[in-house]
């Protein structure tokens, strides 16, 4: 059973009237973000997993009035040659659902340093 951790109607929540067509979009990637949420850390706070959940699809369905995606850092655009180009922060691309630093900190991935050696693991 595919499940999500936020509806539509919580999404648009502080963010924006979804129409339709958007709202089902929604919730499919809602029940995208959850899959992706799960494989980083299964085991997350429930409120965590919904506002990231939340703000990966919020970044990819835009806010509706900007020619530019959310999540950019960088932008330009020319008039004469019809040129546009963005660059969008922590590894992800415009419409893609990804976690960004701190997504990935409030679902518990901070930075960690450590290591496991094989041989000690095992039973010999």
């Known amino acids: 059973m595919i499940r999500s951790y936020a509806t539509a109607e919580e999404l648009e929540a502080g963010f924006r009237e979804l129409n339709a067509d958007e709202q089902r979009k929604a919730e499919a990637l809602l029940e995208e973000a959850a ?4 494989a980083y850390n ?8 919904k506002l990231v959940s939340c703000r990966m699809v919020r970044r990819s369905l835009g806010d509706g009035q ?7 850092t960088q932008g330009s655009m020319s008039a004469g040659g019809y040129t546009q ?11 893609e659902l990804y976690l960004n ?7 518990g991935l901070g930075a960690r340093i450590g290591a496991r050696s094989p041989l000690e693991a095992c039973d010999v």
């Open 35 to 38: 899959i992706i949420i799960d």
């Open 42 to 49: 299964e085991d997350a706070d429930l409120d965590a997993k």
């Open 66 to 72: 900007s020619s530019f995606p959310m999540g950019a």
């Open 85 to 95: 180009s963005w660059t969008v922060g922590a590894g992800g691309s415009s419409g």
């Open 101 to 107: 630093k701190l997504e990935k900190k409030l679902l």
